[in-house]
């Protein structure tokens, strides 16, 4: 893999989708802050169910304070790990009410300060409700980028910090998507559909796997 084949990759995703956007539903970048903390160990369709009944209710830190635990927990708890995440956005909140303005704030250790938000939820928070070219490395795009050989590494940091590297900068900004997107729906995790690929013929994984056969076959 080198620059000019991950271009290419890019080039090919944006012509697909040229305005990527993030599957889970929200109108501010507080909404999506709490439905990035809903979305840990959950699907975004399952966040979306549990938001649809609780934004119009409570949108704003103050109001999800007004709930209580009990009042919010009585919204998400179709949602795993229910219990623990209520907690969390409840002192989200009271953070957010009593240091910053009831604002979301537009800086990563800010964010990362407040209970329930790692790296990857503040990377989300910063590409998508802030427009920062940031990278957020979640299950999907740590597989894709391993097995294309976007950027390979051993850890969600390490994959992140090659893509920041080697993506091309007019795609960083919806690098993002793009390769969460593919990994969420054609590079999936048990069975990829590599013959629906649009970057099948540059992606490194089959031949890898082929190479793999043979040596087990004791042909190569």
């Not at 229910?82 to 969390?88: E, L, M, T």
């Amino acid at each position: 893999m080198n620059k000019d084949i991950r271009r290419v990759i890019f080039e090919r995703l944006r012509e697909a989708d040229p305005e990527p956007r993030t599957e889970l539903h929200y109108e501010t970048p507080f909404e999506l802050l709490i439905a990035v903390i809903l979305s840990a160990q959950a699907t975004d369709k399952g966040v979306n169910k549990a938001t649809a009944k609780l934004f119009p209710v409570a949108s704003t830190p103050l109001a999800v304070l007004g709930l209580g635990e009990e009042g919010l927990k009585a919204y998400i708890r179709t949602i795993g790990l229910y219990n623990s995440k209520a907690k969390n956005i409840l002192k989200t909140c009271r953070i957010l009410q009593e240091r910053h303005n009831a604002r979301v704030p537009e800086n990563r250790q800010a964010l990362e300060e407040l209970p329930g938000v790692g790296r990857k939820t503040a990377n989300v928070v910063l590409n998508t409700a802030f427009g920062h070219p940031t990278m957020a490395v979640d299950t999907h795009i740590f597989r894709v980028c391993n097995r294309t050989r976007i950027a390979p590494g051993k850890t969600v940091l390490e994959v992140e910090k090659k893509l920041l590297r080697w993506v091309p900068g007019e795609f960083l900004q919806d690098a993002h998507h793009w390769l969460i997107l593919h990994g969420r729906y054609i590079c999936t995790a048990r069975k990829p559909r590599c013959d629906s690929c649009i970057i099948e013929d540059l992606c490194e994984y089959r031949e890898r796997a082929l190479n793999s056969m043979r040596r087990s076959r004791g042909q190569g």
